[in-house]
């Protein structure tokens, strides 16, 4: 089965403090990647996702960083909220191929 | 807006009973599929359809079965519960094997 791994497990920040969550994949077919947040008690909703020939993308205070060569993307969340916290899961998927879920990462934003 | 929903938020029940859990989709979408969430594991695939009557199993068919009679609706059964299928249990529908739109899950107890 192709792995996907994510890290942290779980991450504390402050308030208006940058967060980091990072995905390594294997299947160089991958050409979407995704992460997904997901609140308690509700499904796992798309937040922003990246297509392989670029290698950066920004949506307000959510960037992800994209590395074709390290077959590795992360997650930035600038300025972090109370409200951001929450479960953060990347799912690289598509070129003919499935989606994968990584574990996970719980990020928990002190006020 | 896209809408899933899911027959159930909690349902308790007991070892040997057949479970049936029900998603349905309103965005006309090819692709259904179903998903259990178990802390520090992610998302893990079930079943999926790409079309009515159609389904493929995923990575975790072992005790269950899936149901696609309209392209609205996708039902995941459990022949006979058991405890190891206590489970928060993701029902998602896509138009492309891409972004996925998740039902807010059901928590399934067996006892």
């Known amino acids: 089965q192709q792995q996907v791994k994510q890290s942290p497990q779980s991450l504390i920040v402050q308030k208006g403090g940058i967060s980091i969550i990072n995905c390594a994949y294997e299947n160089t077919a991958f050409d979407y990647f995704p992460w997904y947040q997901q609140f308690p008690g509700k499904g796992p909703a798309l937040l922003i996702a990246?297509?392989?020939?670029?290698s950066e993308k920004k949506e307000g205070r959510f960037t992800i960083s994209f590395n074709k060569s390290a077959k590795q993307f992360s997650l930035h969340i600038m300025d972090s909220q109370p409200g951001d916290s929450a479960t953060y899961f990347c799912?690289?998927?598509?070129?003919?191929?499935?989606?994968?879920f990584g574990a996970g990462t719980r990020l928990f934003v002190k006020a | 807006d896209v809408k899933v929903t899911q027959s159930s938020r909690y349902l308790v029940k007991r070892t040997g009973e057949k479970v049936f859990l029900e998603c349905v989709q309103d965005m006309d979408h090819e692709n259904m599929f179903w998903y259990r969430q178990d802390p520090g594991l992610g998302l893990r695939l079930i079943y999926f359809?790409?079309?009515?009557?159609?389904?493929e199993k995923g990575d975790i068919p072992e005790g269950y079965s899936v149901s696609r009679e309209k392209k609205e609706r996708f039902s995941l059964i459990l022949e006979s519960a058991s405890t190891n299928q206590t489970s928060m249990y993701l029902c998602?529908?896509?138009?492309?094997?891409?972004?996925?739109?998740f039902g807010p899950g059901t928590r399934l107890t067996v006892t």
């Open positions: 990246i297509r392989p020939d670029v």
């Open positions: 359809s790409y079309d009515v009557k159609m389904k």
């Open positions: 998602a529908s896509s138009q492309s094997v891409r972004k996925q739109y």
């Open positions: 799912a690289p998927g598509g070129g003919g191929f499935k989606t994968i």
